[in-house]
């Protein structure tokens, strides 16, 4: 039985009214993630929500509070529907971060002690509410413990989706403590870059930009070095997740919030007086959030994006942090430093209401018939979150 009160947060006045505790809650939920603090919220609804005819967001935010009216956990909902207008649309209930791999990890802020009750309280009030929405996307939801057997219990109808990886790196007291636990793959790839500087006369330096006031330049020069990166062929394909004006907007007003909290690190590789390779990092805590990056080519013979993170950890080890989170997905440049995993999961939910069922039937129908090929780029095109 939970003790948990909903409250409705639908306007943007009842939103900023949030702020205060909200910042307050993301310290007590011990949460190593940016994408669930205030910045990241505010900043996306501002730059990312959808507002034209075929697709629509709306606030869904609901606050749980405890029996003294303590903020226990944000849940930064929005409703999206397809088509805006017209009495015929699919009402699709998800949290903020629907952007193509801008927001890694989307779901509910909770206090730490109280993730299970704040996640049970959510999921039974959306069932009572199921006429307001037709599905539902919940995102962020642990793989282990008992979370997933909380969800499918309410909702049986649940389809798991994705599973998301998150790669966390404990730090050591000093760096070759750190270093000493690596394998020998790592040790070798590391000895490799330093020396190569070393032997063809290149000094390197690690700039740490931290003021709101340097975030334009030094992101200016980061979206030339991803783009850089995206370009490059006969290696992993790394797409440009900022190519589109509206990203990089938000990139920029998300890095100056964190700076103004003293929580940004855009660390700058830099070579002679060229920046070699960049990564953005938040802090969380006593944790460092290592986000996108980019490099020059012209030193990739140098493998200068290891050197880059092994810089970022040498800084986190020199700053007392507790971990490093190198970022979701598990591809080799970030498990070959033997990181501890943890898994989100994401479920696709059709609403329990009889219209969330009949919708869901007529949207598969729907999907079946458009099989000619114009006619379902033309529709993907109208109901489509935007790409600039």
């Not at 003021?211 to 990166?229: G, K, P, S």
């Not at 993170?309 to 970022?327: C, D, G, M, P, W």
Request: glycine share 6%; aromatic share 10%.
């Amino acid at each position: 039985m939970t003790s948990l009160t909903v409250e409705k947060v639908e306007t943007l006045q009842a939103l900023h009214r949030l702020e205060r505790e909200w910042r307050s809650l993301e310290a007590s939920s011990r949460c190593g993630l940016p994408f669930l603090t205030w910045d990241w919220c505010v900043g996306w609804w501002k730059h990312l929500r959808e507002d034209k005819l075929g697709i629509r967001d709306t606030l869904f935010v609901r606050a749980l509070r405890g029996g003294a009216g303590d903020l226990v956990a944000v849940a930064p909902l929005m409703l999206t529907r397809r088509p805006a207008v017209g009495p015929f649309c699919i009402r699709h209930l998800q949290f903020f971060g629907a952007d193509p791999n801008i927001t890694e990890v989307r779901g509910v802020l909770s206090s730490a002690d109280r993730q299970a009750e704040a996640h049970r309280t959510l999921l039974e009030y959306l069932r009572e509410i199921s006429g307001e929405w037709d599905t539902l996307t919940l995102s962020g939801v642990p793989k282990e413990g008992a979370m997933s057997e909380l969800v499918t219990g309410l909702y049986p109808n649940a389809e798991w989706t994705k599973e998301t990886p998150d790669l966390v790196l404990t730090m050591a007291p000093t760096w070759d403590e750190f270093k000493g636990k690596l394998s020998r793959n790592i040790k070798e790839s590391l000895r490799k870059c330093y020396n190569s500087l070393k032997r063809d006369g290149h000094e390197f330096s690690l700039e740490v930009t931290t003021a709101r006031n340097e975030v334009a330049v030094a992101l200016d020069r980061f979206f030339f070095l991803h783009q850089a990166r995206a370009d490059l062929s006969g290696t992993i394909t790394h797409r440009n997740v900022f190519d589109a004006s509206m990203a990089r907007r938000f990139l920029v007003d998300v890095c100056e919030r964190f700076a103004d909290r003293g929580a940004l690190r855009i660390f700058s590789l830099k070579i002679g007086d060229r920046t070699a390779a960049m990564r953005i990092g938040f802090v969380l805590g006593d944790s460092l959030y290592l986000y996108y990056s980019g490099y020059d080519p012209d030193f990739a013979k140098y493998s200068v994006m290891t050197t880059a993170v092994a810089e970022a950890i040498k800084y986190a080890i020199e700053h007392r942090f507790a971990t490093v989170n190198l970022s979701t997905g598990n591809d080799v440049s970030k498990t070959r430093w033997s990181p501890d995993e943890f898994v989100f999961r994401q479920a696709s939910i059709v609403s329990p209401s009889r219209r969330g069922e009949l919708t869901h039937e007529l949207y598969l129908r729907a999907r079946k018939a458009v099989e000619n090929a114009p006619l379902r780029n033309v529709a993907a095109r109208f109901l489509a979150r935007r790409s600039e």
